[in-house]
Structure formats: structure tokens, C-alpha cells
């Protein structure tokens, strides 16, 4: 499927509704392709093999986050 970005601006849902069911979705600007939005396979997979995920909790030199992260900003004016 293609779509204006005035068709994204003010029909966001059908066009979220669209991607959910399996189909791309190209948005165009002034006649021109500009993004791709396409559907998610399975999150609950994608979340398992982010190793992002869970990073600090092997972490044994923070017992406490909050002072931890007060540490790292300190001498920071905010």
C-alpha cells in the first residue's frame, strides 16, 4: 500500500490498522517514497535476543542504582 504524508497525518489508525494485518506500508512526500512502515514479526522473540535487555543485572559494583547514577552526574549543573 501507498500513502501520503497527509494520509499518516490525519488517518494514522488505518494506516497502523493496515501494517498489523501483514502489509507494508510506503509513505510518500511531494510524490517521493520517504519511509516504509512495515509490520512486526513477534516482539515477545525480539526482546529475548536484544542483548540489550537486562544488561546491568550481572552488575555486582552497584548495590544501590540511585546512588550510582548520583555519582556518574555529579559536578553536572543542570
Known sequence: ???????????????????????E????????PCAKIIPIE???QENKENEFCGMWKDRNDMEDVKSYVRNIRRGRKF
Open 25 to 32: 506500508v510506503i509513505i510518500t512526500y511531494h510524490g517521493k
Open 42 to 44: 513477534d516482539s515477545s
Open 1 to 23: 500500500m501507498q500513502a501520503t504524508s497527509k494520509d499518516l497525518r490525519f488517518h494514522t489508525k488505518e494506516i497502523l490498522d493496515t501494517a498489523m494485518r501483514g502489509e
